[in-house]
């Protein structure tokens, strides 16, 4: 400031005029008093808000495999490649089967033809759900046909769905839990009556009031059907099911059964259930001689997704499914399977009818 008004001291003219701006002194308030800048006051900005993406600085997450962990651990954590590409899309997948789910989401899963691995898939579906998420989920037995869904999920209780439906209070979550099996996984069934007269009795109000009850405690529901359109429960699982898993083997047969399938919901008022349908291709021998580019070209244009499951030794055995064990390549293909079926999770409002 000193130099600045020696500069300007002597013009002539008795008086400092400057050549720029002139430094204003610094104004302070009393205290007790609001600030008298004004000028200030007008270019104040609103703050930025506390949160993370504002205040907390990324951190990499450590590499978990390959040279990139070895890198990592030998520099002491100095040095984070950061995760691979496949890494990150494990995590990516992950984070799609935890998509969040308002309410309850009811999934039907049922083939025309028997034995193309429906209640393998039902089993395999659920426990990676079940897994993944931290919702409750169960799986029910609506086969008429001596069902054996608990029997592959672990040793079965005497409790069948019967008992659950004849239960004086189903209120809370630990009466319900008395009449359920627990996998490894966390997956929870209800099975079926063995007695094959008992039930064939089981109707679509008895389903009606099975899900009634279930949804009050579980998040997800997966019923493993008949492989009949007609028995008495199915009306009740296609009107309550939010989407249809609809397994076929790679077989010209069994891809001819499922596609038929299709074209009786769109008959008989399920149009929107079938166009919203996942078909699953399980293999139960290691080759196929049908062309699976075309099957799944047929069903992708039907339906919301197609996935191909790869036979599984463990999984040919018939007994109970421990997805711990399952190849890698067909544990990755239960994942993308069900990040499918979480993708839908935001509609679960939408019932077939």
């Known amino acids: ?13 008795g008086e400092w005029v400057p050549d720029g701006p002139v430094p204003q002194p610094e104004v302070r308030a009393e205290a007790g008093q609001g600030s008298v800048d004004k000028h200030a006051e007008s270019h104040k900005r609103a703050p930025q808000s506390l949160d993370q993406a504002n205040v907390v600085r990324g951190v990499k997450a450590p ?9 990592h651990g030998a520099s002491g954590g100095r040095i984070n490649p950061g995760a691979s590409r496949k890494e990150l899309a494990a995590a990516t997948l992950e984070e799609a089967m935890r998509t969040p ?4 989401y009811r999934i039907a899963v049922m083939s025309l033809k028997g034995g193309v691995g429906k209640t393998t898939t039902t089993v395999a579906l659920g426990s990676v759900l079940a897994e993944s998420r931290g919702d409750r989920v169960i799986a029910i037995d609506a086969n008429p046909d001596f069902g054996t869904l608990a029997q592959r999920v672990a040793a079965p209780g005497p409790a069948t769905i019967r008992d659950l439906l004849a239960a004086s ?6 009466h319900v839990r008395g009449f359920t099996t627990q996998g490894a996984s966390r997956l929870e069934v209800i099975g079926s009556e063995r007695d094959p007269a008992v039930s ?11 899900v009634d009850i279930l949804q009050h405690h579980y998040n997800l529901i997966l019923t ?20 249809l898993i609809l397994v076929s083997s790679p077989a010209l047969d069994g891809a001819q059964s499922a596609s038929a399938t299709l074209d009786w919901l769109n008959l008989h008022g399920y149009d929107r259930l079938a166009a919203n349908a996942v078909v699953v291709v399980s293999s139960a021998t290691p080759k196929s001689p049908v062309n699976m580019d075309s099957v799944v070209a047929h069903f992708g244009a039907r339906t919301r997704a197609v996935h191909v ?10 007994a109970v499914v421990d997805i711990a064990r399952l190849h890698p390549r067909t544990m990755q293909a239960y994942r993308e399977l069900a990040a499918t079926v979480a993708s839908d999770f935001g509609q679960w409002h939408k019932h077939a009818r």
């Open 63 to 71: 590499p978990a495999k390959g040279w990139r962990k070895l890198v």
């Open 1 to 13: 400031m000193t130099d600045l008004y020696q500069k300007y001291a002597n013009t002539g003219l």
């Open 224 to 243: 493993d059907c008949g492989t009949g359109l007609m028995h008495s429960a199915m009306a009740g699982v296609l009107d309550l099911a939010n989407t």
């Open 309 to 318: 499951i790869p036979y599984d030794p463990h999984l040919a055995e018939g």
């Open 200 to 210: 064939e009795a089981f109707s679509e109000y008895d389903y009606r009031r099975a």
């Open 169 to 174: 209070d189903t209120s809370r979550y630990a």
């Open 101 to 104: 789910l308002r309410g309850d």
